[in-house]
Each structure stands twice: as structure tokens, then as C-alpha cells.
């Protein structure tokens, strides 16, 4: 329920960021630089005198928008991947199995680096990044799931009956396999909503001066014993987002899957 | 069994070498050569050259490729072009530091995390049951960095109860473990919770399992059930799970190391990376990457042994 209201109150804060900020988040008020909060700066200004709150409204903008973006186009993928690996022929899916496990090796922060060296910084990089790494979680899944199908009566009946492979994996595999790949997507938004902010917080995300939750705690530890507002600010939101898609993750689960319920309360 | 680890350490090693070549396509083929992005904006093509042909840049891809190959299998990864000195020292120097910070997260984490997930699982459904719930999933979902830097902000620099920066002073361990003490936490926090769930759930499991049943009817104390016949075999696929772990908490080591300017592989690769000294790039992603492969394959075998099934279903 508590992951219900913090996912509900994110998603409205953000899209009415534009007419809830008090200020233009990327307004300079060189003479107000890092105050404290105050009646006309809730969350008081960054080194710029730039409105904290305004820039954390918006920032929750570029969140939203990479984990949007990059979830759907993974599981997108994964799905596409993982059913031709569960489905293909043998040799194909130790193909892509292997290199999936490539992909897995690195561990992500270090592939994320190593990228965002070649290419630069942008939150276009971040979102490329967050889907090479994330797909093969979603194509394991799905082709493990896959797999476990194939076997099954009615997909035998139904080849049987002569339908296409295309047929069964879109009206009988699909509909199988879509609730624990929804269920793994919103479990997933508050890993990639971490990701996000630790690319920009490390300076190798968002480009200034977009604000962004990561930007924000960058810019508050670097003037960490001036203010310490900026980094309260800039994590508050970090904190009550994760937890807040954790939670409506798990009430999702049990939603669809009452036997977890049973095993995990 | 000998049949079966050969395999994983084979697919282990086809995996490290896929990788590599991976991201060394990766540095080759992207615009911008990687002589150029290192010196600047106004190097002479001459200076260009002779670095390039320093770092052996001027040879063909696969030529180069075989090279480092070649040279990491034995141990040898090049030259830092900054510093002149051999990557494999700089990234060896390095390591240590972050391993003992790997450890103490671990440690801690197990510390707290095995008693409160057997608590949990003795008092099931009690308020503190629920409580470890709520908390673990809790230390799970917040990201890393944002506790190190709240720790930072409130123990480190408004109270200083903790140093805030570096790893203490060479040779003087009470220092280096109070240095040790906040990027530990903020690391292995998380861990606590995950921990705690592990060995509830498996807790939960061997507690309904006959010889405890057995222990029971002959009297033995609830302690010594608990401690000695349950806990023991419960902690087992913990073990596993946290062997692999200390592969993937390299990434949060990273974070560690970067909000409390410790050094360690993490700062180093973050260093290189701003810097774009593709040779330490390469060298730490490498050991990392190799580190993270060998803890997989460490607690594969480890649970092929355990549980026979495995074997079979992974050899398929």
C-alpha cells in the first residue's frame, strides 16, 4: 500500500513538475548561492543559487523518463531473444546464451564506465548502457519460461493442428510468460532509477546543467561543507522512489503469484 | 564432478575472453583514436605517432588484441602512458584497498544480517519478524551511494565521529579501521538485509526437516537445536550467496571509494576513466571482470557439491 502512494505521488509530482516548481530549475541567482531553506527556497539553493526543489521536481522528470524508456525497450528485446533461444534450435541457444553471460560478466558499474569513456556522457549513453546490461536478465527469463512451455500439451496441440511457430509463440507463449516479466519490470525500475543517478551523481550521465537526482548529489558533494541541503534534497527522493517501486513490485508479485505470498509472509 | 567443474572453469574462461575482446573492439573502433584523446587537442602528429607507437597503437587490431592477450595471461598488462609504470603494479597496488573493504562489508553484514534472519525465522510472524521484512527490503532497494553519503554528511562531517576521507595511515591498523568504518556500512548495508532474508527462508525450511523433529523428542535445549542443528545447515546456501557476491559488490565498492576518496580499484578505474587512460581501463575492468567471473564459478562449484541435481541439470 505504502508503494502504492510513494509511486503515485512520484508519477504526480513529476508530470506536474513543470506548474508545481516554484522556480525555473535552471535560473541563476549568483548572489543566493547555498542557502539554507527558507520561505521563498524550500529546499534553499546549490552552488549556483539555483531552487533545489524545483531542480529535485524536475530531475524526477529525467528519472522517469530512463527507466521508461530503458525498461521497455530491454524487455522488448529480451523477450524477442529469449524466445528464440527457449524456441530455436539447440546450437542458436548456446549462442546466445553465451554471449548473454558475456554481457552478465562485467559487473554493470564497470561496463557502464568503460562505455561512457568511448562515448562520452549523456543520458542517451546512460539509457544505451542500462538496456546492453539489462537484457539478457529479461532473455534468460523469458527463455527459461519459454522452455518450460515447449513441452507443454497444448503447444503440442497445437502444432500438431499445424500452426506457425510465429502463431504459437504470440498467442500461447506470450500470455504465459507476461506476468512474471511484468513483475520483473517493475522490480527493476528502482535498480535502473540507481543506475541513472549514480552515472550523473560520478558526473557521467545527465549533462549540466539537466537536473537530475545523481547531478544534484554531485553538485552537493562537491560543496558538501558549505551546504549540506543539496545532498538531503537530491537523496530524499532517491530513497522514497526506490523503496516506494520495491514495494509496489512486491505487492504486484503477490498479486499475481499468491503462492510466493504463501512461502515469503 | 571433475568433469563438471572443467566445463564451468571453461565456460568461465571463454566468457573472461569474450569480454575482452569485447571491450577492446570497443576502444578501437569508436572514433578518436586513442593517441589523439590522450594528448589533447594540441598535439603535433609527430608526438601523436611516437605515443602511438609506444602503446604499440600502430600494429593491426587483431596483432594488438593477440598482444594483450598474450601479455595478461602472463601477467603482464601494459604501460600507464602517464605514469611509465606497469599497469598490472598500478592495479595490484590498488586491490588490497578494496578488498579489505569487500571483506569488512561482508563481515558486517553477516554479523548482524545471520541473527536477525534467524530471529526472524524462530519468531515467525512476531513484530520483529515483520519489522526484518520491512527493513530488509528497505536496505535492499536504497541505493549505495546515497547512504555512504548521508553517512558522510552526518558521522563524517557534522558530527566527525569518522574520518571522512582517505584510508588511513600506512601500517597504523587502528587508524585504517576507523577509515574502515563508514565506507564499510554504507557498502554492506544493503547486505544486511538480503542476508537476514537468506537465512530466514532457509531457517524457515530446515527447522520443519525430521532430525530436528528428532532433536526435539530427545530433549535437547531449543538453543542447541537452533544453534547447532539448524542454523548450521541453513547457513549453507547463505555461503554460496555471498560468494558471489563480493563479485557484484565491487560495483558498490566503486561508490564507496569515490564518496570517501579511498583508493582502491574502483577510484582508480573511475580516475582512468575521466582521464581516458584506456591501458588501466582495460587493466581494471579485466581483474574486476575476472574477479566477478571467478566468484561465479567459485559458488557454482560450490553448489554443484551441495545439491547433486545441479550437475545434471547445468551439464544437459
Known amino acids: 500500500m505504502a508503494g502504492f502512494v510513494l509511486v503515485g505521488l512520484m508519477l504526480l509530482a513529476t508530470v506536474c513538475a513543470p506548474w508545481l516548481a516554484p ?208 545532498i538531503i534534497a537530491g537523496g530524499l527522493p532517491l530513497i522514497a522512489v526506490t523503496l516506494g517501486f520495491t514495494f509496489f513490485g512486491e505487492a504486484l508479485r503477490d498479486i499475481f503469484d499468491p503462492r510466493l505470498r504463501r512461502k515469503d509472509a | 564432478m571433475a568433469k563438471f567443474v572443467l566445463r564451468r572453469a571453461l565456460i568461465s574462461l571463454l566468457i573472461l575472453c569474450l569480454a575482452v575482446s569485447l571491450l577492446f573492439g570497443m576502444i578501437h573502433l569508436v572514433p578518436g583514436d586513442p593517441a589523439s584523446v590522450m594528448l589533447g587537442p594540441r598535439a603535433t602528429p609527430e608526438l601523436k605517432a611516437e605515443l602511438a607507437q609506444r602503446m604499440g597503437l600502430d600494429q593491426p587490431l587483431a596483432v594488438q588484441l593477440g598482444r594483450f592477450v598474450a601479455g595478461a595471461a602472463r601477467g603482464d598488462l601494459g604501460i600507464d602512458p602517464f605514469s611509465g609504470r606497469r599497469v598490472t603494479e598500478i592495479v595490484l597496488e590498488q586491490l588490497p584497498h578494496t578488498l579489505v573493504l569487500v571483506l569488512a562489508a561482508i563481515g558486517g553484514a553477516s554479523l548482524l544480517g545471520i541473527p536477525l534472519g534467524c530471529f526472524a525465522a524462530i519468531r515467525r510472524g512476531s513484530w520483529l519478524d515483520r519489522l526484518t521484512a520491512v527493513v530488509s527490503v528497505a536496505f535492499i532497494a536504497i541505493p549505495s551511494f546515497v547512504v555512504a553519503l548521508y553517512l558522510l554528511l552526518w558521522l563524517g562531517v557534522q558530527w566527525r565521529w569518522f574520518p571522512a576521507i582517505g584510508a588511513g595511515e600506512a601500517g597504523n591498523i587502528a587508524d585504517q579501521a576507523h577509515h574502515l568504518v563508514l565506507p564499510a556500512i554504507a557498502l554492506g548495508l544493503g547486505w544486511v538485509g538480503y542476508i537476514a532474508r537468506l537465512v530466514r527462508a532457509s531457517m524457515l525450511e530446515v527447522m520443519e526437516e525430521s532430525h530436528i523433529r528428532t532433536a526435539r523428542a530427545f530433549g535437547l535445549p531449543e538453543r542447541t537445536i537452533i544453534v547447532h542443528y539448524a542454523l548450521r545447515i541453513a547457513l549453507l546456501p547463505t555461503v554460496t550467496i555471498l560468494g558471489l557476491g563480493i563479485g557484484s559488490m565491487l560495483t558498490g565498492a566503486l561508490f564507496a571509494e569515490i564518496v570517501f576518496s579511498r583508493p582502491g580499484i574502483g577510484k582508480l578505474l573511475y580516475e582512468a576513466v575521466l582521464n581516458r587512460n584506456y591501458p588501466i581501463v582495460m587493466g581494471a575492468v579485466l581483474v574486476t571482470t575476472g574477479f566477478f567471473v571467478l566468484s561465479t564459478l567459485a559458488s557454482d562449484v560450490v553448489n554443484a557439491s551441495l545439491d547433486p541435481r545441479l550437475r545434471v541439470e547445468q551439464g544437459r
Open chain 1, 23 to 230: 522556480h525555473d530549475p535552471l535560473e541563476v541567482d549568483v548572489t543566493n548561492r547555498l542557502s539554507s531553506p527558507s520561505a521563498q527556497h524550500w529546499l534553499g539553493t546549490d552552488q549556483l543559487g539555483r531552487d533545489v526543489l524545483s531542480r529535485v521536481l524536475f530531475g524526477g522528470q529525467v528519472a522517469l523518463k530512463v527507466s521508461l524508456i530503458a525498461i521497455s525497450a530491454s524487455m522488448a528485446i529480451g523477450l524477442v531473444l529469449g524466445m528464440i533461444a527457449g524456441f530455436g534450435p539447440r546450437w542458436l541457444d548456446r549462442i546466445l546464451l553465451v554471449s548473454f553471460d558475456t554481457v552478465r560478466s562485467f559487473p554493470t558499474i564497470m561496463f557502464a564506465l568503460a562505455i561512457v569513456a568511448l562515448i562520452g556522457p549523456s543520458l542517451n549513453t546512460v539509457i544505451g548502457v542500462i538496456i546492453a546490461t539489462s537484457i539478457p536478465v529479461y532473455a534468460r527469463v523469458v527463455r527459461t519460461q519459454t522452455q518450460a512451455l515447449r513441452e507443454r500439451d497444448f503447444i503440442l496441440a497445437e502444432r500438431a493442428m499445424g500452426a506457425s511457430t510465429l502463431r504459437i509463440l504470440r498467442d500461447h507463449v506470450l500470455p504465459n510468460i507476461a506476468p512474471p516479466l511484468v513483475i520483473l519490470a517493475s522490480m527493476d525500475v528502482p535498480a535502473v532509477i540507481a543506475m541513472e543517478a549514480g552515472l550523473s551523481f560520478l558526473g557521467l550521465g545527465v549533462n549540466p546543467p539537466t537536473p537530475s537526482w545523481g547531478s544534484i548529489l554531485n553538485d552537493g558533494y562537491s560543496y558538501l561543507r558549505n551546504s549540506p541541503w543539496p
